[in-house]
């Protein structure tokens, strides 16, 4: 991927979305961040840019527990309009839930990458970033 990255940080907490980015910037990994307190806000903005790729993110950062939609809703309703997207996107969902019903049904969903625990680590970020620059 040559292009610069946009990262989709979904999350009710705002300091653990600021970290995020903070952490990126620190790691010097170049991408363009947006966010959102919960999962419809992130839908409704998909939704609105389905026909804009520069628009739509390239990764998405889940939380599951959030207020108005939770991380697993917002899954669901994002496999009814993933074939209308133009472009893939990747989903990590990153909670701090421990729950291995959690855990379990986040690694079923066809829709999720892959699983980490709060905070992100810093050599999670880097594997995110080298499968970008791989697709």
Known sequence: MSKTPKICIIDDDYIYRYTVVKKMENMRLD??????ED?????NY?????????????VIFLDIDMPVMDGFQFLKEFDKIRYQLKKKISIYMISSSLDPIDIDRAKRANEICDYFVKPIKTEQLE???TQL???
């Open 46 to 58: 998909i939704t609105d840019h389905l026909d804009s790729d520069t628009e739509l993110p390239d």
């Open 31 to 36: 991408a363009s961040t947006m966010d959102f």
């Open 39 to 43: 999962g419809e806000e992130a839908l």
């Open 127 to 129: 594997l995110v970033f």
């Open 133 to 135: 620059k791989a697709s």
